[in-house]
């Protein structure tokens, strides 16, 4: 072991020996010094410290061959999951069950963490949607008519409030379908499970107003000639909106009618057939 500290001023060796001292320093034996103050290198030690350095390059190769057998560390997914899962155990569609035919269009972040119309807290990221008749709760499925994809989602909202558009799904849900981007789409509507669309009351929603007054005095306008006028809260990203509801009608088709008479007769260019929901109604007045 002599020849493998000949080498002078501390040496790999005694490193690798464990050599060190208690403030981390190397304690080299006591050896025979040249006029330089280095380790005299004797030729008997250059022969031995070939042969530790072949045994050491040696041991590297395995070392190195070994750590190539190791498994590989398992990767991290890729993506976080979300709240974006289907409900479970959907059933499937059957032939006769009520679809429908439209433009969807989605809603997102000034919507997000707000009420929805069932009292809920609206999730952008869960696969919900917003319809103007369908009963709460009513699980639907979206397809694309263009691009073929397909979602399933929970009605909790009412909406949407556009012409030509029959759903306003949520940023999740628009999200599975490929429609972020273009942000309106042709969609096929078909109720998997839920209350029955036809059975309940529907109304005409007339217009919405921040302030309560203005509300107020439409009611009154409108008088009881077209039956009850039902005032609605509802908490928009800009405050709380009045929706002002008339009628109350046995079915969606004898609401289409009095929609129309509203439009034709009382001058209101835009209505809303509505399903007639007591979530959130602040009153009612004849």
């Known amino acids: 072991m002599k020849s493998r500290e000949s080498f002078g001023c501390p040496t790999l060796p005694a490193f690798l020996a464990g050599r060190v001292g208690r403030a981390g320093g190397f304690r080299p034996r006591a050896v025979r010094t040249a006029k330089n103050g280095c380790a005299a290198k004797p030729q008997s030690a250059r022969s031995a410290a070939r042969r530790w350095l072949a045994g050491a390059a040696l041991g590297a190769l395995v070392f190195v061959a070994g750590c190539q057998h190791r498994p590989a560390a398992p990767s ?11 409900p479970a155990t959907v059933p499937p569609a059957q032939p006769g069950q009520w679809t429908e035919e439209g433009l969807a269009s989605w809603y997102g972040v ?37 691009n073929g994809k397909q979602v399933v989602v929970r009605i909790i909202d009412r909406g949407p409030f556009v012409a030509n558009r029959i759903i306003d799904l949520s940023f999740g849900a628009a999200r599975a379908l490929d429609m972020v981007g273009p942000g309106v789409a042709p969609v096929r509507l078909r109720l998997l499970s839920g209350a029955n669309p036809a059975s309940g009351q529907f109304t005409v929603q007339v217009g919405a107003f921040s302030i309560r007054a203005n509300a107020e005095r ?38 289409e009618r009095l929609a129309q008479q509203l439009r034709s007769q009382a001058g209101f260019r835009v209505t809303y057939v509505m399903r007639l929901d007591r979530q959130g109604s602040a009153d009612a007045g004849q």
């Open 218 to 255: 439409l009611r009154a306008r409108l008088g009881s000639r077209w039956g009850p006028v039902f005032i609605q809260t509802y908490d928009s990203p800009g405050g709380t909106l009045y929706r002002v509801q008339v009628g109350q009608a046995p079915s969606e088709a004898a609401a």
């Open 76 to 86: 991290l997914p890729s993506t976080v999951p979300s709240t974006t899962t289907p």
């Open 110 to 146: 000034p919507f997000a963490g707000r009420h929805a119309a069932d009292g809920e807290i609206y999730n952008m990221y869960a696969l919900v949607a917003a319809h103007r008749t369908l009963p709460f709760n009513s699980l639907v499925r979206v397809t694309d008519l263009d």
